[in-house]
């Protein structure tokens, strides 16, 4: 069992897991492109070239996992939590009793490829989801735990 299933509390149960969508990755991409593409050009010496293509994809390998960096977006009955951390844990939590709206942003690239921005806000914090594999999705998923809740609270 990982931290979000261990740091479930009684009676909650996990509704939907969001992913970070692979435009997130595009810088390391590009660097893992220049790395493969370094010793086929005709510049200079062939093993420092060698010695350079390593270092950018060691690079693009590194810089992954630090956008990466074992994040995980789950929303439950109760609370939205984002993880972060591989070796250091972080975790944001907002209880969805208190959410007071869901935001959906989307570049025209976002619409086009599926990723955007989700901002949840309660009256004091506003948490910001950034590359979320379908937005949309994940703020649907968010309404509908708040407004079972809040469903839950009028009876």
């Known amino acids: 069992m990982g931290y979000i299933e261990d740091s479930l509390m009684e009676g909650e149960k996990i509704v939907y897991e969001a992913r970070l969508h692979y435009f997130s990755y595009w810088f390391p991409a590009l660097l893992v492109l ?8 005709p510049l200079g010496d062939t093993g420092l070239r060698l010695i350079f293509a390593g270092v950018l ?9 630090v ?14 939590i984002e993880k972060r951390g ?17 935001k ?14 989700v901002v949840v ?8 989801y950034d590359f979320i594999w379908h937005p949309v999705k994940f703020s649907t ?3 509908q735990q708040i407004d079972h809740i809040h469903g839950h609270l009028d009876d």
Do not use: D, H
């Not at 994809?57 to 996992?65: F, G, T």
């Not at 956008?67 to 939205?80: A, E, L």
């Not at 959906?104 to 921005?117: A, C, D, L």
């Open 141 to 143: 998923q968010i309404n």
């Open 67 to 80: 956008i990466n960096n074992g994040k995980r977006f789950i929303v439950t009955n109760r609370r939205v």
């Open 57 to 65: 994809l060691l690079l693009a390998v590194i810089w992954a996992l």
């Open 86 to 102: 591989l070796v250091r844990r972080e975790s944001i939590e907002l209880m969805l009793r208190k959410c007071e709206g869901v």
């Open 34 to 41: 220049f790395g493969i593409a370094m010793p086929f050009i």
């Open 121 to 128: 806000s309660t009256g004091e914090v506003t948490n910001i």
């Open 104 to 117: 959906v942003e989307q570049s025209i690239m976002g619409r086009i490829f599926g990723y955007g921005k």
